[in-house]
C-alpha cells in the first residue's frame, strides 16, 4: 500500500498532527425550520404592543380575535395611542357606510352622510359615557373609567368595522331597492352591527366580573341615546321629492314612529301625514 494511501488513516494518530474538520453545528433557527418540518406546530412570536396599538393591528384584533383585543386592553397601560387607532378606525369605517348611504341621492349628500355616521357613534358614545361609568360602579365591575371609555371605544370600532364591510351589499341593493325599502335595509345593516358590538362589550365586562345586567344596562342606554341622536341628526337618505338636501332637518315625529311607517310603505300602504306634503 502506497504512503499517499495510509496517510489519511496515519495522520489523526501522530502527534501534532492537524483535528480533522468538524461538521458545523446548524443554527438555532434552522433547527426550529427542521423541528417545523418534522411535525412539530412552530411557537407563535410575541407581539409588540406598539404594533397592536396600530390602526391596522386595531383593524385586525377587532374583526378576527376580539378576544385578544380585550386582552390588549387589560395589559395597556398607557391607552393614547389605543385611544387614537380607534377613534381613526370609528372614522373611517362609519365614514365609508355614510358615504355608500348618501350615494343614494348623491351628490353633497355623499359628503354629508359620511360626515354624519362617524358623528352619530362619537356624539353617542360621548353622551353615554358618563352613564357608562356610573353603570360599571354601580354593577361593580372591577374597570377604571379610562378603561370603560376605551372597552365602549373599541365596541363602537367595530360596530364601524361592520358597517364598512357591510357597505358593499347595500352599495348593491341600492340600485334595486326604493327609498323605504333602502332604509330598512340601512336599519337591518345597524342592527346587525349593534350585535356584533355588542357581543365584543358583553365579554369585556364578564372579564371583569361583570354582569349581564350590566351590560343590558348599557346597551339599553347606548340604544337609546343613539336613536336620539340619529334622528336629530337625520336625513342620512333623502326623500326623493326634496328638492335641496340639508344638513339636517327640523324636528318632526319620533325615530320609531318613522321605522313604523316605512315598513308599511315598502310594502305599499302609504300613510299620509302633512309632512309628508312637498
Given amino acids: 500500500m502506497s ?16 483535528e480533522p474538520e468538524q461538521a458545523p453545528i446548524p443554527p438555532q433557527n434552522d433547527l426550529k425550520r427542521e423541528e417545523t ?24 384584533l377587532l374583526l378576527r380575535a376580539p378576544e385578544r383585543f380585550l386582552e390588549h386592553l387589560e395589559r395597556h397601560h398607557e391607552p393614547l395611542a389605543l385611544t387614537r387607532a380607534l377613534l381613526g378606525t370609528v372614522a373611517l369605517g362609519a365614514g365609508v357606510f355614510g358615504a355608500v348611504v348618501g350615494a ?13 355616521v362617524p358623528l352619530l357613534l362619537l356624539g353617542t358614545m360621548a353622551i353615554s359615557m358618563p352613564a357608562f361609568i356610573s353603570l360599571a360602579r354601580a354593577f361593580r365591575v372591577r374597570m377604571e373609567a379610562r378603561e370603560v371609555v376605551v372597552l365602549s371605544l373599541g365596541a363602537c370600532a367595530r360596530f364601524a368595522l361592520v358597517l364598512a364591510g357591510l357597505a358593499p ?9 326604493g327609498y323605504h325599502a333602502t332604509a330598512l335595509v340601512v336599519a337591518l345593516t345597524c342592527a346587525a352591527a349593534g350585535v356584533s358590538a355588542s357581543s365584543m362589550l358583553f365579554r369585556g365586562l364578564t372579564r371583569r366580573q361583570g354582569s349581564l345586567a350590566a351590560g343590558l344596562a348599557f346597551l339599553a342606554v347606548f340604544g337609546i341615546v343613539g336613536a336620539q341622536t340619529s334622528w336629530l341628526l337625520r336625513p342620512f337618505l333623502v326623500r326623493p321629492r326634496a328638492t335641496s338636501v340639508p344638513f339636517v332637518r327640523g324636528l318632526e315625529g319620533d325615530l320609531l314612529d318613522s321605522v313604523w311607517r316605512s315598513s308599511r310603505s315598502a310594502a305599499g300602504v302609504y300613510d299620509e301625514r302633512s309632512d309628508d306634503l312637498p
Fill in 3 to 18: 504512503q499517499a494511501a495510509l496517510a489519511p488513516a496515519l495522520s489523526p494518530a501522530l502527534p501534532g498532527a492537524a
Fill in 104 to 116: 343614494h341621492r348623491g351628490g353633497l349628500q355623499i359628503a354629508y352622510a359620511a360626515v354624519k
Fill in 37 to 60: 418540518r418534522a411535525g412539530a406546530p412552530p411557537a407563535r412570536p410575541p407581539v409588540d404592543a406598539e404594533q397592536e396599538s396600530a390602526p391596522e393591528g386595531i383593524i385586525e
Fill in 169 to 177: 351589499i347595500l352599495w348593491l341593493l341600492e340600485g334595486w331597492l
